[in-house]
């Protein structure tokens, strides 16, 4: 869930934009960017917390890759990439 809907935004294209950047730092790094048990954690995590980097993680990722997972996983809406679809062309 994208920092601003946590915080009680609606739902927009950025917030689908930070789920599936989520997601593809998952599938990349074999991690999720906030492991916790807890919820209450991941959400305030999601919320407060920068997500590390992707090449920390899997040092086989390009750097291009890092900055575009970075950018999907922006806490500003206004930093983020504005689609999926951008987001992969980066």
Excluded: W
């Amino acid at each position: 869930m994208a920092p601003e809907v946590i915080k009680g935004a609606r739902p927009d294209a950025g917030a689908d934009v930070y789920g599936f950047a989520c997601m593809a730092f998952e599938v990349l790094t074999g991690d999720r960017p906030f492991p916790d048990d807890e919820l209450a954690t991941v959400l305030f995590a999601h919320v407060d917390r920068p997500a590390p980097l992707a090449r920390s993680l899997n040092p086989a990722l390009s750097r291009g890759m890092e900055r575009a997972l970075a950018r999907g996983l922006s806490k500003d809406p206004g930093e983020r990439t504005q689609s999926a679809t951008a987001l992969v062309g980066e």
